[in-house]
């Protein structure tokens, strides 16, 4: 290579060129080779000793986006086996329950290691080989390796129950009104943004508590609890009713 490369670009590069060098390992009866931890960051060091000083190309990933990740999970068709959210259900592993938080070219190593499989899978369902573009890569790395702390989608009619078995219901109706049209002590969640994110919905529940804590004693109802998944369904029946009021 006549570039200064960094161990992602030597990674997406191989990943890049799997169909033609696995065809051609196959034909001369060699083994395609797999990548311990730290092979591809030694793997890329000796690339750049051997370019010589002379050269100045240099091309350098920049750090992977999560979010750009998971963009790329999908219109590249890991998602069809992996599931949309990397969790498993259509025929792949759950990604979220791999060791993946190692360092960024041990995660692009095991990918390479498990593309031989993955070639067959996807030939069987007609998927093309994916390619890698600019920070193509690094982008789905970053992805892989934060995907522990990607909340699961909530479960909404649990969350229903969540809202009228806790009580929520007793200070904040979807209409913000008693059945006798006076209003209720707490303002009407649906549609509101304190659900814009699971950050979003703990902080305001925080800023509140003295305020509902006040109410909930005045009303002689007991301090409620959330365990669990709670939170992250009482969240999908705020999102769900908020898109149908």
């Known amino acids: ?38 092979d591809l960051t030694n793997l ?7 370019a010589g000083p002379g050269l100045q190309d240099r ?3 920049t750090p992977g986006n999560p979010n750009e990740g998971r963009r790329v999970f999908g219109s590249k068709g890991c998602s069809s086996c992996h599931g949309a959210g990397a969790q498993g259900g259509g025929g792949g592993p759950d990604l979220s329950r791999f060791p993946l938080r190692r360092s ?15 070639n067959d899978a ?46 929520c219901d007793g200070c904040h109706s979807p209409a913000g009104l008693q ?5 209720l002590a707490g303002p009407d969640l649906i549609g509101s943004t304190v659900a814009s994110s699971p950050a979003a919905l703990v902080a305001a529940m925080w800023n509140h508590a003295p305020v509902m804590r006040a109410a909930i004693l005045a009303e002689g109802r007991p301090w409620p609890t959330l365990s669990g998944g709670d939170l992250r369904n009482l969240r999908a029946y705020l999102l769900r009713r908020g898109n149908n009021p």
């Open 1 to 38: 290579m006549s570039v200064f490369a960094s161990p992602l670009y030597v990674a997406q590069e191989i990943w890049n060129h799997g169909p033609v060098m696995l065809a051609s390992m196959s034909q001369l009866g060699l083994t395609p080779p797999t990548f311990g931890e730290r």
């Open 44 to 50: 890329s060091a000796y690339i750049r000793q051997q």
């Open 59 to 61: 091309l350098l990933l």
């Open 104 to 118: 960024a070219e041990a995660v692009a190593g095991r990918m390479w290691n498990h593309s031989f499989a993955m």
């Open 122 to 167: 996807m030939r069987a369902r007609g998927i093309d080989w994916p390619r890698f573009e600019n920070s193509e890569l690094a982008d789905l790395v970053a992805f892989l390796y934060f995907l522990p702390f990607f909340d699961r989608p909530g479960d909404a009619l649990r969350g229903e129950e969540v809202f009228s078995n806790r009580s």
């Open 179 to 183: 059945e006798d049209q006076s209003p």
